[in-house]
Nanobody
Framework: QVQLVESGGGSVQAGGSLRLSCAASGRTFSRYATGWFRQAPGKEREFVAAVRWDGRSTYYADSVKDRFTTSRDTAKNTVYLQMNNLKPEDTAVYYC?????????????????WGQGTQVTVSS
C-alpha cells in the first residue's frame, strides 16, 4: 500500500506559479506511474499530468501542456508538479495518485492510491 500526501497549494494571481509536492511512503512507490488530477466544484475529476515510474517520461493534458511540468525525485520518494502561467480555470483541488497500469494513462480508475488533495486558487 502506498500513502500519498500532497502539499504546496495556495492562492495566486493569474500568471503566477505554484509547485505542488506529492510525498509517498511505501517501498513500492517507485514501481508505479504517478498521476496528477484536479477537480473543480461541480465538475468531474480530470487528468492533468503523469510521470512514469522511472521518471524518464511524462504526459500532459492539452490544457496544461507547456505550462505545467511534472517530475519525480526517486531518492526522496516525491513527485512534483510545477505550475506556471496559472489561469483562473486552473482553480481546483489537485490530487496525486499512484498506479497507472498502462503508460500513459489518463483514466483515474487505473490509479489505486490517492492523496487527500490540495487546493489551488487562481484569481484574475
Amino acid at each position: 500500500q502506498v500513502q500519498l500526501v500532497e502539499s504546496g497549494g495556495g492562492s495566486v494571481q493569474a500568471g503566477g506559479s505554484l509547485r505542488l509536492s506529492c510525498a509517498a511512503s511505501g517501498r513500492t512507490f517507485s514501481r508505479y506511474a504517478t498521476g496528477w488530477f484536479r477537480q473543480a466544484p461541480g465538475k468531474e475529476r480530470e487528468f492533468v499530468a503523469a510521470v512514469r515510474w522511472d521518471g524518464r517520461s511524462t504526459y500532459y493534458a492539452d490544457s496544461v501542456k507547456d505550462r505545467f511540468t511534472t517530475s519525480r525525485d526517486t531518492a526522496k520518494n516525491t513527485v512534483y508538479l510545477q505550475m506556471n502561467n496559472l489561469k483562473p480555470e486552473d482553480t481546483a483541488v489537485y490530487y496525486c495518485a499512484a498506479g497507472g497500469r498502462r503508460w500513459p494513462s489518463e483514466n483515474r480508475f487505473e490509479y489505486d492510491s490517492w492523496g487527500q488533495g490540495t487546493q489551488v486558487t487562481v484569481s484574475s
